[in-house]
């Protein structure tokens, strides 16, 4: 039974319910009593069954509608390849396996080594570092901004 449509929105509605999922080869055949040859691919399907039902809303019918459909769905497909892709993205592929990244956190390194209000220059950081309990507790460019820090806030 070929569908009929109140207005231009329920036409709509009805088109925007299609999707690549859905069987055309069945609604070609239930709604049009045509069959679709096994070699037609799927958007050809798709775009001859919605081409018929724009046809059918203009008020084709028979021959008229057929021939419609087909020439519409011939010039789209040809225009438009890229229609192509989308079901070439439904198609099930390898699937890869991804494992999530492992967050380790780094332990905190007390140098112990270290004097408290010792001040040593990093060279692959171009600072100077000043270390208080065993950990870095200032970072300046010169030795004298370090020393600076130190005094006023420890007193040393």
């Known amino acids: 039974m070929v569908p009929q449509f109140k207005s231009q929105t ?6 925007r319910t299609l999707n690549s999922a859905t069987n055309y080869s069945a609604l070609l055949a ?15 399907k798709e775009y001859l069954y919605k081409y018929l039902l724009q046809g059918t809303f203009q008020g084709l019918n028979g021959q008229q509608l057929i021939d419609y459909a087909a020439k519409k769905t011939e010039k789209f497909v040809v225009e438009f390849p890229w229609v192509l892709q989308k079901y070439e993205q439904n198609q ?8 999530p990244k492992r967050v ?7 140098n112990e080594n270290m004097p ?24 300046r460019k010169t030795e004298a901004e370090c020393q600076r820090f130190f005094k006023k806030k420890y007193g040393i």
Do not use: C
């Open 92 to 99: 099930p592929s390898e699937t890869k396996t991804v494992k």
């Open 116 to 139: 408290d209000g010792a001040i040593v220059y990093i060279e692959h950081r171009d600072t100077w570092v000043g270390y208080m309990d065993g950990k870095i507790r200032v970072a």
């Open 10 to 15: 329920d036409f709509i509605n009805h088109v």
């Open 104 to 110: 380790v956190k780094r332990p905190r390194i007390v």
């Open 30 to 44: 239930d709604q049009f009593q045509l069959i679709a040859p096994n070699d037609a691919s799927m958007h050809q």
